[in-house]
């Protein structure tokens, strides 16, 4: 007896080595997402998950700079490179979700009209200062706004009332009176509490960006970091998605 109450205490003191620190670099669209979900699979698998966000261009740069991590959430064009840089698991990519631009104005502030492409354009001409994420820091919704723009022919009368943001919560510059309008991601809008989301973009420019996740190549827990990349494409997800403003995507 005393023999068996011994085995049962060293495998039970082996328990909470189960127990992995799962590291997430996220793309800041997907990040409330990821935080939102975090909580009950910790619960469920007591797991812990660090998570940390930046542009995609960001985390690029600071995964082929040696940071380390064990999931990445990026577009997939991203995820590309790193597996040829040998910092991501060849093949481990699954697309996550989408979610599209939307414009914002202050919490109590008029909405402008963005039900046509026409409309949308005579809003952001109108408009004192319009703030987005500055390309040049490697955020999704930056480098299609200024392509777009240019497309548009007004990307001289919006250069002048650009507020550039070179990561984050590009609404918060509402709150703060730098711009009374914020063009970024959905799901980021809706994460700043003293922005209104007035809508999406008009659908006929309209550009969505997929999200996936993929395994580093240095995870230090293979088998809970694809638990947790499971959970994020799983059915649990997807109530957390719609709440945040994203939408699932079709698997590969």
Do not use: C, W
């Amino acid at each position: 007896m005393r023999r068996l109450t011994v085995i049962l205490a060293v495998m039970l003191s082996a328990i909470p080595a189960l127990a992995a620190e799962i590291k997430v670099l996220s793309a800041g669209a997907f990040k409330p997402v990821v935080v939102a979900l975090v909580p009950e699979f910790e619960k469920q698998t007591g797991h812990k998950v660090a998570v940390d966000n930046d542009t995609a261009g960001g985390l690029a740069r600071r995964i082929t700079g040696g940071e380390a991590f064990d999931l990445v959430v990026i577009p997939p064009g991203g995820i590309d490179p790193l597996v040829k840089a040998g910092k991501v698991v060849d093949g481990s990519a699954v697309r996550l979700a989408r979610v599209a631009i939307g414009v914002a104005v202050k919490k109590g502030a008029p909405a402008p009209d963005i039900s046509s492409v026409a409309a949308f354009q005579e809003a952001l001409l109108k408009a004192r200062a319009v703030a987005y994420i500055d390309p040049a820091a490697g955020g999704s919704s930056g480098i299609y706004l200024t392509e777009l723009f240019g497309k548009l022919g007004i990307a001289e009368r919006i250069k002048p009332k650009a507020v550039l943001v070179p990561g984050g919560l590009v609404a918060e510059r509402l709150v703060n009176d730098q711009a009374d309008i914020a063009l970024h991601q959905i799901s980021e809008i809706l994460a700043v509490s003293g922005a209104t989301l007035v809508g999406p973009i008009p659908r006929e420019i309209q550009n969505y960006t997929v999200y996936a996740g993929a395994l580093g190549t240095a995870a230090r827990d293979v088998a809970a970091t694809r638990a947790l990349l499971a959970a994020l494409r799983g059915s649990s997800a997807e109530a957390i998605l719609k709440d945040k403003g994203m939408e699932p995507v079709p698997a590969n």
